[in-house]
Every structure is written in C-alpha cells, then in structure tokens.
C-alpha cells in the first residue's frame, strides 16, 4: 500500500550513457599481460605510508555593463581537494582515500547558488594471499558540506544539509587486480542512510510511520579504472553498485569519471562526468557534468615513509 498522498512511484528509467561507459571499459584496454600477473612482490622500498594530497581552485567572473547583445553578469567559484594515504606491506595493503567538493555561482541579481558539494571518505584494506584474487574489507561514507535547495522560478525549497542525508556502506568480499590499471571489488554489504530533516532518502513511502534512517543488506560491486596516458593525462573512472536483492531496478549506482591533463606545474584541465540513481530518492537517473580550468598545487608528494 501506498501512504496516502504520497506521489505515485514511477517505473524507473537507466538509459545508456555512452561517455560513462566508455570511460568504464578502459581497463579493458589496458589488459593485464602475464607478465603482469606474475609481477614479484612489492619491493622492499615501496613498504610503508604513500601520502598524496592535491586542491584544486577554479574562478570564473564575467561583468557586463550596457552590453546591446544581452546576457549577464557571473561569478563562478569551486575549490576540490584529493589525497591518498596507502600503506603497503608484503601480505596486505591499507589504502585511504579523501576527495572533497564545494562551489558556488552567482548569475546576474540573484543570489549565490551551490554548483559542487562533496564528501567522500574511503577506507579499504585488501589480504596479499595471491596476485590477482584477495579478500578485502572496506568502508565507504558520503555525504555534503551545507544545505542544498531546489529552485523554482522565485522561490527555493531545502532538500538536503550536511549528514543530511549520509551514507555508509561496508562490504567484505573478494578483489580482482589484474593490472595497475583497473581492480574489481565484489561482495557482500550493508549500507546505512541517515537522515535528520529530509527524510526522503530513508523514508519508505509505502509504511505509515516516516523513518529517519534506513539498513539495508545486499551485494555491492565497485570497479576502478586509473590509467596515465603520457606523463600529463589521467583517466579516473569509478563504478559502484548495491543491490538489496529486491530486484534489478532497485540497485543503487554512483558512477563518476574525471579526465585530467596536466597544462602546467600549476594548471589543470578537468572534465568530471558523475551519473547517480536511487529509486529511493528519483525514479529517474541524475547527471551531472563540470567542466572546469583551474590552478593547482600538491601539499603531499608519494614517497614511502
């Protein structure tokens, strides 16, 4: 039964998005060789702690003043920062990962308006039984920095704030890395929702009583594409799934690929293309795009400690 005066739940929708799945594949371009399959162990001078921390600053300003062809004044600004801490020993490996978002836009009289707003924590440690197959446990939390608003016409409704929504997800399964390139992780989870006010993303449409937070169990999938082309252009891509068992149009996807080429010591180019869907929140999938230049500097350089 539906509650009443809930909104009817539409069948929802995945369509093809071919620049996603491009950009997925590409560690099938990159296949592991047997030679890579039978690479010796780490080197003794890669144990330890790797630290990497990059940001990001991207502006963007255009002022127009009696201009008879029209358009309006903006202001652009995003700040993304990233960072790495890994450490590798002969029989396992404990990777962590950071990667943060947040920017605002101001068009014309109207007020500031956030663009980008991410946080993104990611703690993984993988078993060193064989080169290519290893159990693995990780955890995986998402959430904002400040309130997100939907706008119509004059007027602007609050859907989210920070831990407000947040997710947790924890797995424990088995890796596949048959390169540097590209790793597939698959196994079994539990993802947590938390919610405080937007009550949503955890709230079941078809009960009474409105829940806050939401467990649910399930099988997850993740799969990582990093390939350096040259020395100055990086393709990033990942692909998350989670599926509570309760049928293919209920698995929850996250997929985010950035392509990065390195202009200067100082400046970046980025293209990031991020493809979400929820039949809890849209029966409909979401998209977003950026594409930003901007000036960057690294805090933390990769050498083992």
């Given at each position: 039964?539906?509650?009443?005066?809930?909104?009817?739940?539409?069948r929802?929708?995945?369509p093809?998005?071919?620049?996603?799945?491009?950009?997925?594949?590409?560690?099938?371009?990159?296949?592991?060789?047997?030679?890579a399959?039978?690479?010796?162990?780490?080197?003794?001078?890669?144990?330890?702690?790797?630290?990497?921390?990059?940001?990001?600053?991207?502006?963007?300003?255009?002022?127009?003043?009696?201009?008879?062809?029209?358009?309006?004044?903006?202001?652009?600004?995003?700040?993304?920062g990233?960072?790495?801490?890994?450490?590798l020993?002969?029989?396992?490996?404990?990777?962590?990962?950071?990667?943060?978002?947040?920017?605002?836009?101001?068009?014309?009289?109207?007020?500031?308006?956030?663009?980008i707003?991410?946080?993104?924590?990611?703690?993984?440690?993988?078993?060193?039984?064989?080169?290519?197959?290893?159990?693995?446990?990780?955890?995986?939390?998402?959430?904002?920095?400040?309130?997100?608003?939907?706008?119509?016409?004059?007027?602007?409704t609050?859907?989210?704030?920070?831990?407000?929504p947040?997710?947790?997800?924890?797995?424990?399964?088995?890796?596949?890395?048959?390169?540097?390139?590209?790793?597939?992780?698959?196994?079994?989870?539990?993802?947590?929702?938390?919610?405080?006010?937007?009550?949503?993303?955890?709230?079941?449409?078809?009960?009474?009583?409105?829940?806050?937070?939401?467990?649910?169990?399930?099988?997850?999938?993740?799969?990582?594409?990093?390939?350096?082309?040259?020395?100055?252009?990086?393709?990033?891509?990942?692909?998350?799934?989670?599926?509570?068992?309760?049928?293919?149009?209920?698995?929850?996807v996250?997929?985010?690929?950035?392509?990065?080429?390195?202009l200067s010591?100082?400046?970046?180019?980025?293209?990031?293309?991020?493809?979400?869907?929820?039949?809890?929140?849209?029966?409909?999938?979401?998209?977003?795009?950026?594409?930003?230049?901007?000036?960057?500097?690294?805090?933390?350089?990769?050498?083992?400690?």
């Open positions: 039964m539906r509650r009443p005066g809930a909104p009817a739940r539409h929802p929708r995945l093809f998005v071919p620049l996603l799945a491009l950009t997925s594949l590409a560690g099938l371009v990159f296949p592991a060789s047997p030679l399959a039978q690479s010796p162990p780490v080197p003794a001078d890669s144990l330890g702690w790797h630290r990497q921390a990059v940001g990001q600053l991207n502006l963007t300003q255009v002022t127009l003043d009696n201009w008879s062809q029209g358009g309006e004044s903006s202001v652009a600004w995003q700040l993304t990233a960072a790495e801490f890994d450490y020993q002969p029989k396992y490996a404990w990777t962590n990962s950071m990667k943060l978002g947040y920017g605002r836009t101001k068009l014309g009289d109207s007020d500031f308006r956030k663009s707003d991410e946080i993104r924590l990611e703690s993984v440690v993988t078993g060193g039984a064989t080169r290519l197959v290893n159990p693995f446990v990780s955890l995986i939390a998402l959430t904002q920095f400040s309130t997100g608003y939907k706008y119509q016409d004059s007027t602007r609050a859907t989210s704030a920070f831990f407000d947040a997710y947790f997800t924890e797995s424990l399964g088995l890796a596949y890395q048959p390169s540097k390139v590209f790793v597939e992780r698959v196994g079994a989870a539990v993802k947590e929702t938390f919610t405080n006010r937007y009550n949503m993303y955890a709230d079941n449409p078809a009960t009474p009583k409105v829940e806050k937070n939401k467990v649910e169990g399930g099988i997850t999938s993740e799969s990582d594409v990093n390939a350096k082309f040259q020395n100055n252009v990086l393709l990033t891509s990942k692909l998350e799934l989670f599926s509570n068992l309760k049928g293919w149009r209920r698995t929850d996250n997929w985010q690929s950035t392509l990065t080429v390195q010591k100082y400046v970046n180019f980025n293209l990031d293309v991020r493809l979400l869907y929820d039949s809890t929140v849209s029966p409909r999938r979401q998209l977003k795009q950026s594409l930003a230049l901007g000036l960057t500097y690294a805090f933390l350089t990769d050498t083992p400690h």
